[in-house]
């Protein structure tokens, strides 16, 4: 590795016999070859160890200045632009430069060290040094800097370490080791900003996918609106001109009498036709009495026309859900009991809504046909079958866990967890 030092002559040990020196020596390099090696174990461990971005940076530099044996360390990090370095990590002395932005254009060590892609180690005064720039007046007993390198060979920053009390008298071989140290953290941070980014698309999915639950929802709203308030009303007005006109004719022929009344009998079954729609669209009763009462009502319907017992358990603890979570819990707990009534046809079913310590459990269990989940899943045609996707997909994009359990003859599972946090608003006071 190519480096630039300037190093002084090392002192000449006068009392000591020739064996004795060498001995020596030797001892002392064995001992930095097994602090170089720790120093590489330390680091490579603490990377893995930390996710916190600013805890690990403190590491490293910890870690670096400790063994270079300098007492003030700066971590750069370039811009995307990459025309300016930011400090985003020091430690020790004024503590102030964190956060300062130094140009890349301009005369600084920083510079050199990013442009030339090479780490400078420099013992004493540097303006005495040809290849160093001209703006550099470091005047220290000795200080190092590293490009911080990404492969393949990629600089996104520089390690800087001073010492400001004695020369560290750093060997060519220490050098090497602070590199590859840069050269690590190089690439932690550039997962970590991999990471960094793939969390915030994650998360500008998640918030793409509530609004889009959201506008579905407030459409459905709308369209049961326009349905309640103009189809239906026009139904009504129609079949309510129907009752009208046989009272007005009562004496007409039998055949007309019974046309009529069949009439009637598919206008009352248009009207409850249109009112299941409409319930369907938007539970309103949502709105008006929240997620419990809706769910009673809702069941109690469905048990009486499926002559189901329905065991119902409804214990949130107080929590309050978000608007849109209640729906979601409804239509997934809707599809699930709807599948029960059309294909289970179990003698009993259980609905509950849950509160566990982190999570949300809802589940829907019927004792009754059950059915062989992997087989069904790819024997539906297109657009077939949506149900237990349908209700798969609402449960994932409240971040919850779907999960369905059936054995033929042993009756279905429907279970759903959802994080607490993805899914509630604020505490009732008064639970
Ligand atoms: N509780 C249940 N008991 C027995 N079989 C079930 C149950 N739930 C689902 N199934 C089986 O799984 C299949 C898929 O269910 P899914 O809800 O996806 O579709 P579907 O109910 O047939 O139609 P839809 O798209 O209208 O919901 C069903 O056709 C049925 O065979
Ligand atoms: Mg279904």
């Given at each position: 590795m190519p480096v630039s030092a300037l190093r002084p002559s090392p002192p000449p040990?006068?009392?000591?016999t020739t064996s004795e020196g060498s001995f020596r020596a030797l001892f002392e390099a064995e001992q930095r070859k097994s602090q170089r090696l720790r120093a590489l174990v330390a680091l490579g461990t603490a990377l893995a160890a930390t996710l916190d971005l600013d805890e690990l940076l403190d590491k490293a530099l910890t870690l670096a200045l400790e063994f270079s044996g300098h007492d003030q360390g700066s971590l750069m990090l370039l811009a995307p632009e990459r025309k300016s370095l930011t400090v985003q990590a020091a430690v020790g002395g004024?503590?102030?430069?964190?956060?300062s932005v130094i140009p890349?254009?301009?005369?600084s060590v920083a510079s050199w060290v990013l442009r030339r892609k090479r780490p400078l180690y420099l013992e004493g005064?540097?303006?005495?040094?040809?290849?160093?720039?001209?703006a550099y007046s470091k005047d220290l007993p000795s200080s190092i800097s590293l490009p911080l390198l990404?492969?393949?060979?990629?600089?996104i920053g520089v390690v800087s370490l001073n010492a400001t009390r004695q020369a560290a008298h750093l060997s060519p071989d220490d050098i090497e080791v602070l590199q590859i140290m840069a050269n690590q953290l190089a690439i932690a941070l550039d997962n970590a900003d991999l990471y960094r980014r793939l969390q915030i698309k994650e998360q500008q999915l998640q918030e793409a996918a509530t609004r889009l639950v959201h506008a579905q929802e407030e459409e459905r709203r709308r369209v049961a609106y326009d349905i309640h308030d103009g189809l239906a009303q026009m139904l009504v007005g129609t079949y309510q001109r129907l009752q009208a006109f046989q009272g007005r004719r009562p004496g007409r022929a039998r055949e007309a009498k019974e046309e009529l009344s069949g009439l009637q009998d598919q206008f009352r079954r248009s009207l409850e036709e249109v009112r299941r729609v409409i319930a369907d669209l938007r539970p309103s009763s949502l709105d008006d009495f929240g997620l419990e009462r809706s769910l009673q009502q809702y069941l109690a319907e469905a048990g009486r026309e499926a002559g189901w017992s329905v065991q119902f358990t409804f214990a949130t603890g107080g929590l309050v859900l978000l608007p849109h979570c209640e729906a979601t819990i409804f239509r997934i707990l809707q599809e699930a009991v709807s599948n029960a009534r059309k294909h289970a046809h179990s003698p009993r079913l259980l609905v509950k809504v849950a509160r566990r310590a982190h999570h949300l459990v809802i589940e829907v269990r019927d004792w009754?046909?059950?059915?062989d989940v992997d087989t069904s899943r790819h024997a539906a045609g297109p657009g077939q079958r949506v149900g237990l996707m349908g209700m798969a997909e609402r449960a994932t994009v409240m971040g919850g866990a779907f999960q369905i359990k059936s054995q033929p003859g042993k009756g279905t599972q429907v279970m759903v967890r959802f994080p607490l946090e993805a899914i509630a608003g604020l505490e009732r006071k008064n639970p």
């Open positions: 040990h006068s009392t000591e004024d503590l102030s430069r964190l956060h890349v254009a301009g005369g005064r540097a303006e005495s040094l040809t290849h160093v720039p001209r990404k492969p393949p060979r990629q600089a009754g046909n059950g059915f």
